[in-house]
């Protein structure tokens, strides 16, 4: 069960847009359109703000958007505020039946 | 609302056992799936388990199969994760998780509880 490949941080002023990465494999993001992408604010539970590579839960920001092209998906957030600071993971379903995560993107508005 | 409250979290010593414990409120417990996660401090976040909605389909990490138990009661409203042979590795915060829709629990999971913390030390 390796981990999915994030970027350990990703910086930009507010109103600029971001875009983190996470790249699998074909045994996991490669082969399923079960990414998720999970926002934690520090001391709090993580939230999810991506669900099924591109959908977004009820409440989540239209600003959240996902996307996936082979092994890799990514998470872009557009007009970037302050409120997006912190820590961002991917996670995938795996072919054999557990999920994954990235390492965990750290988000800093300049 | 829908809400998830861990307990039993502490500390405990190298080897021996922990029982936590999710109540379930604000939604229909026994027609979702749900799951553990957990994060050691200042790590990234760890999948532990899922369990499905009616306790027949259990899945583990590798890091914990064979000492790890997922369990539920529908009746209480309740997740479980029973821990033995616990190491010093274990020590995290663990989250217990619904899944986020009843019929497929792959497709994410929401809410997530605060967190409960167990501590493996000597």
């Known amino acids: 069960q390796s981990a999915l490949t994030q970027p350990a941080s990703v910086s930009a002023s507010p109103g600029q847009s971001i875009t983190i990465s996470c790249t699998g494999t074909?045994?996991?993001?490669?082969?399923?359109?079960?990414v998720s992408w999970y926002q934690q604010h520090p001391d709090k539970a993580p939230t999810l703000i991506i669900f099924?590579?591109?959908n977004r839960p009820s409440g989540v920001s239209t600003r959240f958007s996902g996307s996936k092209s082979a092994n890799t998906a990514s998470l872009t957030i557009s007009g970037l505020q302050p409120e997006d600071e912190g820590d961002y993971y991917c996670s995938s379903y795996t072919s054999a039946r557990t999920v994954v995560f990235g390492g965990g993107t750290k988000v800093t508005v300049l | 609302q829908v809400q998830l409250v861990e307990s039993g979290g502490g500390v405990v010593q190298p080897g021996k056992s922990l029982r936590l414990s999710c109540a379930a409120s604000g939604f229909s417990f026994s027609a979702f799936g749900m799951y553990w996660f957990r994060q050691a401090p200042g790590k990234g976040l760890e999948w532990v388990a899922v369990l499905s909605y009616d306790g027949s389909k259990k899945y583990y990490a590798d890091s914990v199969k064979g000492r790890f138990t997922i369990s539920r009661d529908n009746s209480e409203n309740t997740l479980h994760l029973q821990m033995n042979s616990l190491r010093a590795e274990d020590t995290s915060i663990y989250y217990c998780?619904?899944?986020?829709?009843?019929?497929?629990?792959?497709?994410?999971?929401?809410?997530w509880g605060q967190g409960t913390l167990v501590v493996v030390s000597s």
């Open positions: 998780a619904r899944a986020r829709v009843d019929y497929d629990f792959w497709s994410g999971s929401s809410p």
């Open positions: 074909s045994s996991d993001i490669g082969d399923y359109n079960y």
């Open positions: 099924g590579v591109n």
